[in-house]
């Protein structure tokens, strides 16, 4: 499963097709709200599961790190508002796996969550 965060909903209208076309076969849900995001990783998964999250400001940075002990068996990829270094260290916080940036290039981004995903179904414990 990928979890894609992403409060605007303007990422995900870019990645969810470039997503779908790498990987048909894994289920894509779009959450807009951190009480979704919560509710769903709170439940068992069965399987891998990549999280994308979008971040506008440093403040949701913050609200990601009240999410943290959901994120035990996630592997994240994180884009971030800003190149700065403020926000980039509240973000590795988070123990991403890839970061990008909001203007940063997509087509990587997909890239790298494919490769995380099909290495998890390979090697479990990765």
């Known amino acids: 499963m990928i979890a894609l965060?992403?409060?605007?909903?303007?990422?995900a209208q870019l990645l969810e097709p470039k997503l779908?076309?790498?990987?048909?076969?894994?289920?894509?849900?779009?959450?807009?709200?951190?009480e979704a995001l919560y509710q769903r990783l709170f439940r068992l998964h069965d399987g891998p599961v990549v999280a994308i999250l979008t971040t506008d400001n440093r403040g949701q940075l913050?609200?990601?790190?009240?999410l943290l002990e959901l994120f035990v068996d996630v592997r994240i990829v994180?884009?971030?508002?800003?190149?700065?270094?403020?926000t980039l260290r509240l973000g590795h916080r988070l123990?991403?796996?890839?970061?990008?940036?909001?203007?940063?290039?997509?087509?990587?981004?997909v890239s790298v969550v494919a490769r995380l995903h099909n290495k998890m179904q390979t090697s479990p414990g990765f």
């Not at 779908?20 to 951190?34: A, K, M, N």
Request: no cysteine.
């Open 5 to 11: 965060f992403d409060s605007t909903n303007l990422i």
């Open 20 to 34: 779908h076309s790498l990987l048909p076969e894994v289920g894509l849900e779009i959450f807009s709200s951190y």
């Open 62 to 66: 913050d609200q990601f790190r009240d």
């Open 78 to 86: 994180l884009i971030l508002p800003d190149h700065e270094q403020e």
């Open 95 to 109: 123990y991403p796996r890839f970061v990008s940036y909001k203007n940063g290039n997509l087509d990587d981004l």
